[in-house]
């Protein structure tokens, strides 16, 4: 019998401000229903002038490092699309806030919004050439488009920890994988900008057609069907998507796609999503985080996962939950991050967005905005300077 490697436990946190797309829409005159009900979002997590992924993953991570302690943990893989710097791993400043043993090899990766997925299936091969050991993905963006562009709406934040290891108490990640590359220029980042480059309609498309590509590589594989899965977790830059992407794929197999059939699989995915907006390479995990916290018990069920990321790479992988799961999950500890934060207006919202990632280069130390359990003090000799409470 072949090792049972996967999820042994998941952690999320999220930002200190929140801003309700009414306030957007009050703001750009946008009727409220495109966002609640044509993009499926309620309001976009705003991280505070003193926050960033690395106090984000910092927050994610710490919980379940208390949980489980660190002995087990020789690598560190953070996965991110909004890196804070060219060289050094933003997994670095984790393990140093974390305070993990200096017997750890880390790293950073980079491929959009799959890239948890990729350091996940890193991890997995990590364990099973080493099955007593554990690896710490941690998945962490902020997502930032212009502002009054249409991306806009569809900004959030948030990071997402996941210990891998053996025999995991919450998800079995299963082989086959089902894969997909395409090179196109659907969302991008180049190195000289702050904020998210995208052709909307074009990268809608290019999702799409990566649900047929993973899928028919998936079932090529010999995965499973698609009456076999209890729920389908599927990346969210805004929940909408998931439903379309699920659409597509019922149609694309000659199913019936009516739109509760699609409810049915994917709406126990989009709670935190609708409320935390995109975050990028945690979105898909926080959709697994919202299908687990859910009442219905899914011991047993395998639930199919589809990862993509602009430019693009997709994954399809099935993940079976495992029995006595709930009993390792931190739903009271998401409805809090998610619960805590505070409202703010849209002009703090705009003074934020517009004072994030100063570009100079000089000194500044960062106003004390975040309650969370780590800051970003401030920029010394380009250097940046982080605070556990
Ligand atoms: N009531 C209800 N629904 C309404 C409405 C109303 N009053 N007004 C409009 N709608 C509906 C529209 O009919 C449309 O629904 P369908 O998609 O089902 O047709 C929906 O609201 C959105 O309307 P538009 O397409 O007109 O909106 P838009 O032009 O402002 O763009 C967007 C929407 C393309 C998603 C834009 O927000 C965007 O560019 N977002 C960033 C890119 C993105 O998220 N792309 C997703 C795939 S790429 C990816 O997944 C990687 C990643 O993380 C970025």
Redesign the pocket.
């Known amino acids: 019998m072949s090792l049972s490697i996967g999820i042994h436990d998941l952690s999320f946190a999220t930002t200190e401000f929140v801003l309700p797309h009414t306030a957007l829409a009050g703001h750009n005159g946008t009727?409220i229903?495109?966002y609640h009900?044509?993009?499926g979002q309620e309001s976009m997590s705003v991280p505070a002038a003193d926050e960033d992924i690395v106090t984000l993953g910092a927050a994610a991570a710490a919980p379940v490092v208390a949980r489980h302690g660190s002995d087990l943990i020789r690598t560190v893989v953070f996965a991110t699309e909004s890196s804070i710097d060219q060289a050094k791993s933003a997994g670095v400043y984790v393990h140093s806030l974390l305070g993990l043993p200096s017997a750890t090899r880390v790293v950073e990766l980079k491929q959009?919004?799959y890239g948890a997925t990729a350091a996940l299936q890193f991890a997995i091969g990590l364990v099973r050439r080493d099955p007593g050991q554990q690896v710490l993905v941690v998945a962490s963006d902020v997502s930032r488009?212009d502002l009054d562009s249409?991306?806009e709406?569809?900004q959030g934040a948030a990071a997402v920890a996941i210990l891998v290891s053996a025999d995991p108490a919450l998800v079995r990640v299963e082989d086959p994988s089902g894969l997909f590359t395409a090179d196109v220029m659907?969302?991008w980042r180049p190195n000289y900008r702050d904020t998210a480059l995208?052709d909307?309609?074009e990268?809608?498309a290019a999702?799409l057609q990566a649900v047929e590509g993973v899928w028919k590589d998936y079932t090529e594989q010999g995965g499973h069907a698609l009456e076999d899965f209890a729920a389908f977790c599927y990346?969210q830059?805004?929940t909408?998507?998931a439903h379309k992407a699920h659409r597509h794929l019922l149609d694309y197999c000659g199913h019936d796609a009516g739109k509760e059939v699609v409810a049915r699989a994917v709406a126990g995915t989009t709670a935190y999503n609708a409320v935390i907006g995109?975050s990028?390479t945690a979105s898909m995990y926080l959709g697994l985080a919202a299908l687990l916290d859910q009442a219905d018990d899914l011991a047993g069920r395998p639930v199919g996962f589809l990862s993509?990321g602009?430019g693009s790479v997709a994954e399809f992988f099935a993940g079976t939950v495992v029995a006595g799961y709930r009993e390792h999950l931190r739903t009271r500890a998401h409805r809090e991050a998610i619960g805590r934060r505070r409202v703010v207006d849209y002009a703090a919202y705009r003074g934020l967005h517009e004072r994030a990632f100063p570009t100079d280069g000089g000194d500044h130390c960062t106003p004390a905005q975040t309650t969370g359990p780590f800051r970003l003090a401030g920029i010394s000799g380009h250097k940046r300077i982080y605070q556990a409470r």
């Open positions: 009727e229903g495109k009900v044509g993009i959009a919004c488009y249409p991306g709406a569809t659907d969302f995208v909307g309609q990268s809608i999702y990346h830059p805004f909408k998507m995109n990028y993509y602009s």
